[in-house]
């Protein structure tokens, strides 16, 4: 080579190849996986408000984090998949200007590019709202949250799909309006995303998420919290909660319930997924410094 190789390697498990790479003067990118330690302090705080919801997730041990921030260190740059994510690492310490933002890629399935989405003219007992939630089953998503709002809604025509690998235990399995779905083959995964009306991503960190990429791809609004990718444009493809409470989920989705058409509007103005193709993230990556594809 006429030049010194770039090394990428993904977070957590990068460290012994960085030291190698740095002994041989090599750059070096780090691919950051999610949002780090913030990401775990949250976590954390969520699980001391709801012990009875029973789950086998544990804290890094220090060292963890200690091997992270020497990973951080030996990187040249760092490539994160959202701002979020940008911003939790920027409050563990680590100096915004290595950071490179570039969105996850995903290719949409042939079939779903000429679905065409309809909705009701109201919504009823016969003909429910349909609110999806798609992935791990655990507090860090913001379950906690969707059930109490479910509680909150239990006498609207509302229906909660929970589709995804429980990751709790407790009481919450008996509310009435909520279908616990569990676990699917990723090929099932489009029969729920075709079926539903707005699709609930109520995360509390994620380092991109991208059942939201899945979403649109059906042209299925979504409502979003602010801590994962950007995919939602706010009253214009979907709903960006202004925090993760039952409070303000159930007023979004009581406004999705009296507004059906607007749920429509959402659906015809769904992202533009070459903004998240794989020839996109081509020349994400050709852009950083060192890269040469």
Known sequence: ????????????????????????GWHTILGQIDPG????KLVQEEHSKYPTYQSNWQPAPPHYWDNWREECSLADRIVVNSLWSSQALQQAGIPGNKIDIIPLAYEPPEV??????TYPLAFSAERPLRVLFLGQVIL???IAAILEAAQLLHNQPIEFWLVGSPGIAGQAKMHRQIQWIGAVPRSQTAKYYH???????????DGFG????????????I????????VVKDRVNGLILPEVTREAIAQTLEFCLNNPQQLQAFARKTTTMSKFSLSRLHHHLQSLPYVHI
Do not use: M
């Open 140 to 142: 860090r998503k913001g």
């Open 1 to 24: 080579l006429n030049s010194h190789p770039t090394l990428f390697a993904y977070s957590y498990a990068a460290l012994e190849l960085l030291r190698y790479a740095k002994t041989k």
């Open 223 to 230: 409502i979003a919290s602010r801590f994962c990718g950007e």
């Open 210 to 221: 991208l059942t939201q990429l899945e979403a649109q791809a059906w042209k299925l609004p």
């Open 112 to 117: 779903a590019w000429d679905f065409v989405r």
């Open 37 to 40: 330690p913030v990401e775990e």
């Open 195 to 205: 079926l539903a009306d707005i699709f609930l991503f109520p995360t509390l960190s």
